[in-house]
Antibody, heavy 115, light 114 residues
């Protein structure tokens, strides 16, 4: 199970951290991903942290977002800086299954960037 | 990035009827080393997160009803719901996981009851 927290209303240019608590499995054994969905829109991959700790980002967030994990708490985080209106979305954390697709998703947390 | 294009954007099918959703990738997602297409299908109901239905283009996730089937290889794929039920009303997305970490999704197809 994955449970996201930390969303809210933030002004443009601001910062926010969203988190994802995992239970039932260890995030250290899996690739963990953030996917976002703007209101009424489709799914967009945002960031991933690999088992070895390597991280990757979509071009749309590179340099502004940072993914991290706390293995002692089995928790994933996404630190978001310099937020823009186009970052408004529901942010989901997901687990990549061994076969490569995303088999577990959280309920998501809504981030709204607006003045 | 690999672009995934779904068709149609929406469709309405009678209860018990067949629903067919198509997905085309801008380049092949068939990996020669495994002879598998790295293509998944997800179902998203209103207010819920996506749910994995099918991976490797045609392998059903455990617990997914057998009225859902996937087919295709290379660049062209199809999700078929053989006998549409009311609970199948949702948006369906295809996803390629061939080019990681640049995963990409189709724009979604909304399936409704006629």
């Amino acid at each position: 199970q994955l449970v996201e927290t930390g969303g809210g209303l933030i002004q443009p240019g601001g910062s926010l951290r969203v988190s994802c608590a995992a239970s039932g499995f260890s995030i250290s054994n899996n690739y963990m991903i953030w996917v976002r969905q703007a209101p009424g829109k489709g799914l967009e991959w945002v960031s991933v942290i690999y088992r070895d700790g390597n991280t990757y980002y979509a071009d749309s967030v590179k340099g502004r977002f940072t993914i991290s994990r706390d293995l002692s708490k089995n928790m994933l985080s996404l630190h978001m800086n310099s937020l823009r209106g186009e970052d408004t979305a529901r942010y989901y954390c997901a687990r990549e299954a061994i076969f490569g697709a995303f088999d577990i998703w959280g309920q998501g947390t809504m981030v709204t960037v607006s003045s | 990035d690999i672009v995934m294009t779904q068709s149609p954007d929406s469709l309405a099918v009678s209860l018990g009827g067949r629903a067919t959703v198509n997905c085309k990738s801008s380049q092949s997602v068939l990996k020669s080393s495994t002879n598998k297409s790295y293509l998944a299908w997800y179902q998203q109901k209103p207010g819920q997160p996506p749910k994995l239905l099918i991976y490797w283009a045609s392998t059903r996730q455990p617990g997914v009803p057998d009225r859902f089937s996937g087919s295709g290889s290379g660049t062209d794929f199809t999700l078929t719901i053989s006998s549409l039920q009311a609970e199948d009303v949702a948006v369906y997305y295809c996803q390629q996981y061939y080019s990681t970490p640049q995963w990409t999704f189709g724009q979604g197809t909304k399936v409704e009851i006629k």
